[in-house]
Structure formats: structure tokens, C-alpha cells
């Protein structure tokens, strides 16, 4: 069926590198695809978004990168913190979706010193 | 009081309990949400209420019964539940509708034993 998915559970990357997070997905149909993050004992906080007719959204720090031909999304960090710590979820919003977000099983981003 | 808040943030109850989850939002939204989060599984979009009317209904058993009394409140009523249901639960809000801009609460983690 259709599904959103991770390439990896788990990332650990060096304070002060880059980070990037994949994500891929299957049903072409789509409007959106959102980037949450989630820290640990909290909820998922909306990080930035980008809509099916474009490539690329740049934010503070972050850049999404969008690839429709392989359906794959990306998530780019720069310049890691502690902070970035938290488990990051793609989602997709189709076409026909009516509130329904359909979210990837997410990735664990850890900051190591 | 800002943002979307939950209660309890942790809740034990047995098979036989009756209990229930408060959502509260003070961001003039007029759409809530009930997410469930299960550890490993993708989020799973339980209940939509769009203008104090439900507008989605993924599915759920009829144990969990929501209840939204007026546009910044949102319930989620517990009843014989079965230990497969302990997870996270997850409340959030949105303005018309909107999948990219929702707000989550912190999640109340409950177990059933």
C-alpha cells in the first residue's frame, strides 16, 4: 500500500556537522511533505514544509529537498547542535487526504560531543 | 496558559476503568485532533473535529470515545481497554483544517495493565 518510509532508525553525526535525513515515499499524489521533530517527553513540533511543485525550501538551518522523480525527501541540518536531538518524521498530505497525514516511522538524530 | 495542553501527562488504568484524556488549546484554532503514537509504529490519526464537529473517524474502537464540548477542548473518553492500547496519545490543533501548521500537545503516556 501506499507508505511514507525511512532509509535509517537511527543517525549519530558530530556536533557542528551537517545531518541529512532521508525519506522516501510512494504515493505521487501529493500537495505536501512536512518535516516534524520531536524531543524526547514532548510532541511533534512542525519544522518546515514544502509543497510537490517545487525542489528545494531552505528555513533557519534547515533545507528540504524535494526529488519526485525516485520520491524521496530529504531533510538537511546544518551545523548540528545538542539541541537538534530528537526523533525527525516525514509526512505526506495527498491530494485527497481531508486532514489525514500519512507519517514516516520517523529517524532518531543523535548529537554526539 | 499558550500553546495546546494536555492531562494527565501519565496515566496507569486497568482493563476495567473508565477514564478520561483532556486536550486543551488556547491558540484559536477550530480543528483538533487525536493522534495515537506507539513505540516503532508511524502516528496513527485517531479523531478530527473541525468546528466542534467530527469529521474524521479512522477506524477506532468503539472504547475510545472522543468528545469536543467547544472549539478549545477536546476529550478522549477511555473504556475497557486492552494492553495493546497503552501508548502515546497525542492531541493537537490546526487552523482550517491545516496539515503543515498543527501544534501537539506533550502527549499523555498511558498504560493499560
Known amino acids: 500500500g501506499e507508505n511514507v518510509g525511512l532509509h535509517l532508525p537511527t543517525l549519530s553525526v558530530q556536533e557542528g556537522d551537517n545531518s541529512i535525513i532521508n525519506c522516501a515515499y510512494s504515493?505521487?499524489?501529493?500537495?505536501?511533505f512536512i518535516w516534524y521533530k520531536q524531543e524526547s517527553g514532548k510532541g511533534p513540533q512542525f519544522i518546515i514544509d514544502?509543497?510537490?511543485n517545487m525542489d528545494k525550501r531552505q528555513g533557519q538551518r534547515v533545507t528540504v529537498l524535494l526529488n519526485k522523480t525516485v520520491k524521496h525527501l530529504s531533510l538537511q541540518i546544518a551545523a548540528t547542535q545538542p539541541g537538534d536531538s530528537a526523533v525527525y518524521f516525514c509526512?505526506?498530505?495527498?491530494?485527497?487526504?481531508?486532514?489525514?497525514?500519512?507519517w514516516g516511522a520517523g529517524t532518531k538524530l543523535i548529537i554526539k560531543p | 496558559e499558550t500553546g495546546v495542553t494536555q492531562t494527565p501527562r501519565h496515566l496507569v488504568m486497568g482493563m476495567t476503568n473508565k477514564k478520561s484524556l483532556k486536550c486543551e488549546q488556547h491558540?484559536?484554532?477550530?480543528?483538533m485532533y487525536w493522534y495515537k503514537q506507539s513505540a516503532k509504529k508511524p502516528l496513527e490519526l485517531m479523531f478530527v473535529y473541525s468546528l466542534e464537529e467530527r469529521v474524521e473517524n479512522n477506524s477506532v474502537p468503539s472504547r475510545f470515545s472522543p468528545e469536543c464540548p467547544n472549539s478549545s477542548h477536546l476529550f478522549l473518553h477511555l473504556h475497557t481497554l486492552q494492553p495493546e492500547d497503552s501508548a502515546l496519545y497525542l492531541c493537537?490543533?490546526?487552523?482550517?483544517?491545516?496539515?503543515?501548521?498543527?501544534?501537539f500537545g506533550q502527549g499523555t503516556r498511558l498504560t493499560v495493565v
Open positions: 509526512a505526506e498530505a495527498p491530494q485527497d487526504s481531508n486532514y489525514q497525514l500519512i
Open positions: 491558540l484559536g484554532h477550530n480543528a
Open positions: 493537537a490543533s490546526s487552523q482550517d483544517g491545516s496539515l503543515t501548521e498543527a501544534f
Open positions: 504515493n505521487s499524489a501529493s500537495d505536501y
Open positions: 514544502i509543497r510537490s
